[in-house]
């Protein structure tokens, strides 16, 4: 593979507990990190929407799609490398009579229903967190400032939801278990760019490249989140009076997050084929982030994220380019 030339791919990837998930032209695969130091590479089956109907690959829609099953996927490669890893060996993990009670009741659906509980308070708890709270903070300050704010209303929203985004993640990437994670997003990242540079896979060649991507999860948010600011800062001058009303405000922002969603996954899209000025100014917050999101790997990590990488890529390097 070191003969081969650079390329852009749409190889992308998640990271995983103990693990990274890559997707390419092989489809949707595994790497995880066992207990017995062995890494196991599994392929999941996974069918886009786009594939069965036409209508959902359209600019802008796709992706709203590609979102969705994002999730989706990302939820289910989350709970297989729990598993695959040994996280949800129940038996090394002392339960109360309570928990135990539950176990016995619910047997394999326990874990399903504990993670379903905290995926609604999750989206609660970002509801509250990204939608309600810059809403709230901008109508105090407003109050205090006699209404001088209003017609700046939008901007001042996105540019707090921007700082609660950074402080959220600078936070919880002193927990341990989540730098650990962002280790292997660092891992994911460093494969596909010592890919797509047309070198060979190996822990050396991949410890010299960048952990900073634009195709990124975290670039797609901040891109999203720069848009929310432009979109918000029109819909206040659109409707002023509604921008009064905080619930009816609220729920208007969150209508139209599909079309961030979508228009977000284009720019994204379009980053990964070019480098000019205006991918490399709405590219920089994000690839700033990264620096939160992802770690510098060890070797034994990177070894995880080469091996997910292979299992998805072919020895023809024009089968990944991004179209």
């Keep these: 593979m070191s003969d081969k030339k650079s390329h852009k791919t749409s190889v992308g990837g998640q990271a995983l507990i103990e693990g990274v998930m890559m997707q390419g032209p092989r ?28 209508f959902l690959g359209f600019p802008i829609i796709r992706g709203m799609v590609a979102f969705v099953e994002s999730m989706i996927l990302g939820y289910r490669m989350l709970m297989y490398s729990a598993e695959a890893s040994g996280m949800e060996n ?3 993990v002392e339960m109360n009579k309570f928990e135990k009670w539950l176990t016995d009741k619910l047997g394999d659906k326990f874990m399903d229903i504990i993670m379903g509980i905290a995926t609604v308070c999750g989206f609660a708890l970002a509801f509250l967190i990204f939608f ?24 001042i929203e996105g540019v707090l939801k921007i700082l609660i985004f950074v402080i959220y993640i600078a936070l919880v990437s002193r927990m341990k278990d989540i730098r650990r994670t962002f280790m292997y997003h660092g891992a994911e990242h460093k494969s596909i760019a010592c890919y797509e540079a047309g070198m060979e896979l190996t822990v050396e060649n991949v410890k010299k490249c960048t952990r900073f991507h ?45 079309l961030l969603m979508g228009v977000g996954y284009e720019f994204i899209k379009y980053a990964g084929k070019h480098d ?33 990488l292979k299992a998805v890529i072919t020895d023809n390097p024009e089968d990944d380019e991004i179209k």
């Design 27 to 54: 489809g949707v695969a595994t790497a995880v990190r066992q207990d017995d130091d062995n890494i196991l590479v599994e392929h999941h089956k996974f069918k886009h929407a786009k594939d069965k109907v036409k």
């Design 90 to 92: 129940m038996e090394d």
């Design 132 to 155: 309600y709270l810059p809403v709230l903070v901008f109508n105090r300050l407003n109050a205090w400032t006699d209404g001088v704010l209003t017609p700046w209303q939008g901007t």
């Design 214 to 258: 634009p195709r990124c999860g975290t670039s797609f948010i901040f891109v999203m989140l720069i848009f929310s600011i432009i979109f918000s800062t029109i819909l206040s001058k659109i409707f002023p009076e509604i921008a009064t009303v905080r619930i009816l405000w609220m729920f208007l922002k969150i209508a139209f997050i599909p």
């Design 276 to 308: 000019n000025l205006f991918v490399r100014v709405l590219s920089a917050p994000g690839l700033w982030m990264q620096r939160l999101t992802t770690k510098e790997p060890d070797d034994e990590i990177i070894e995880v994220g080469i091996e997910a």
